[in-house]
């Protein structure tokens, strides 16, 4: 499993190369990555993949891909970044007066997380696009050569 690692890799093929290399005939690979999802982590972050492009990576390392799943919504993804607004930048300690505020306005932000939540699971159905998940998710099967 490869999950929330291949953005933060300068070369994924050669993660996804190796991965192929060490799994037997008939194994899996599952390889799952954030779409809109803040950059993140450390040291870096490289890369966002759509469900094609995830899928071709998985290919060109030699696996079968079984199945690809988006997982997450438009909505889901508009209230994930608005939370992570409100906690990385609106509250950054380089902006005193609004941290200040934002502690004084803590129950109304657990609320406005709370009714962001909550409408975004409620609405969630309503997106049927596939256009702005959370996450990419591919299953890949390393099949005997000759065999795609």
């Known amino acids: 499993m490869l999950i929330s690692v291949l953005e933060h890799l300068e ?3 050669l993660a996804l190369s190796e991965a192929h290399r060490v799994t037997v ?3 899996n690979l599952l ?3 954030p779409f809109s999802f803040p950059t993140h982590g450390s040291p870096s972050d490289y890369r966002r993949w759509t469900m094609e492009g995830l899928k071709v990576e ?3 390392a030699g696996f079968k891909v079984m199945d690809g799943v988006s997982m997450g919504n438009g909505f889901a993804s508009l209230a994930l970044n608005l939370n992570l607004l ?3 930048h609106v509250q950054a300690p380089h ?3 609004l941290s200040l505020a934002m502690i004084l306005a803590a129950p109304f932000v657990v609320l406005f997380q709370l009714v962001s939540n909550i409408l975004a699971i409620m609405l969630g159905p309503l997106d049927g696009s596939e256009a702005f998940p959370l996450a990419i998710a591919v299953l890949g099967e390393k099949v005997k050569k000759g065999v795609k």
């Open 31 to 33: 390889v799952v990555t």
């Open 95 to 97: 902006r005193k007066f």
């Open 25 to 27: 005939v008939g194994g």
């Open 58 to 60: 998985v290919s060109n």
């Open 11 to 13: 070369n994924p093929q």
């Open 86 to 88: 409100l906690k990385y």
